[in-house]
Each structure stands twice: as C-alpha cells, then as structure tokens.
Nanobody
Framework: QLQLVESGGGLVQPGGSLRLSCAASGFTLDYYAMGWFRQAPGKEREGVSRISSRGGITNYADSVKGRFTISRDNARATVYLQMNSLKPEDTAVYYC????????????????????????WGQGTQVTVSS
C-alpha cells in the first residue's frame, strides 16, 4: 500500500524553527521527485518546495527562499523540510507529495508546483506560528 506520512508539525513562536518529515512506504522513493505543499484556511494549496529524485535539483517558493531547506534520504525513504525564521503567514497544513521522475521528462513545461503532477499525497501536518 502506497503511503506518505508527515510528522513534525506543531506550535512555534515567530522566528522559531521546525523540521517536517515525510516517510514513504509501499514504493521506491528513488524514482520520485518529492514536493511539499501547504494550505492555509480559506486559501488555495500552494507549492513550498520540490526536490528531484536524487536530490540534485531543488525548487522553492519565493516566500520561503532562504528560510526553508528541503532534503531527502532515499535509504530511509524520508523527505525533510527544515523551516527556520518562521512567520505567522507560514501557518498552514503542510503536505508532502510524490511525483514520478519520468513525468518531468515528458512534461518539461510543467511548473514544479503544479499539484496535478503529483500522484501521491500525505494527510498533512499542522504548522502554527503564533506568539
């Protein structure tokens, strides 16, 4: 059974840090690019970051550049999102998602944060930034 499970969310003060984890099971992570998305109440889901299957290429939303870092450990089938200097506007449910690497070879014009490019999604973890 293919599954993605996020963890690491919680309540943090502005300026604080959190590290989210996304554990994959039921498929080989090596063949998938992995993305993090978030959705705040009343807003559309937005892409936060993406990492290629071997970790050589990363993408970030402008709003998180310089503050968030995506990484992966394929041996552990886990993807991480290190979030530093958190702001109240980072408050959202964070989701990880998996997209076959082959998809990007066939659809070179697709932007990395296109939700339909991702086949598998986790249930999400809540991140709340508040004093």
């Amino acid at each position: 059974q293919l599954q993605l499970v996020e963890s690491g969310g919680g309540l943090v003060q502005p300026g604080g840090s959190l590290r989210l984890s996304c554990a994959a099971s039921g498929f080989t992570l090596d063949y998938y690019a992995m993305g993090w998305f978030r959705q705040a109440p009343g807003k559309e889901r937005e892409g936060v970051s993406r990492i290629s299957s071997r970790g050589g290429i990363t993408n970030y939303a402008d709003s998180v550049k310089g503050r968030f870092t995506i990484s992966r450990d394929n041996a552990r089938a886990t993807v991480y999102l290190q979030m530093n200097s958190l702001k109240p506007e980072d408050t959202a449910v964070y989701y990880c998602a998996a997209s076959p690497s082959a998809y990007w070879n066939l659809h070179t014009g697709t932007h990395w944060d296109t939700p339909s490019a991702y086949d598998y999604w986790g249930q999400g973890t809540q991140v709340t930034v508040s004093s």
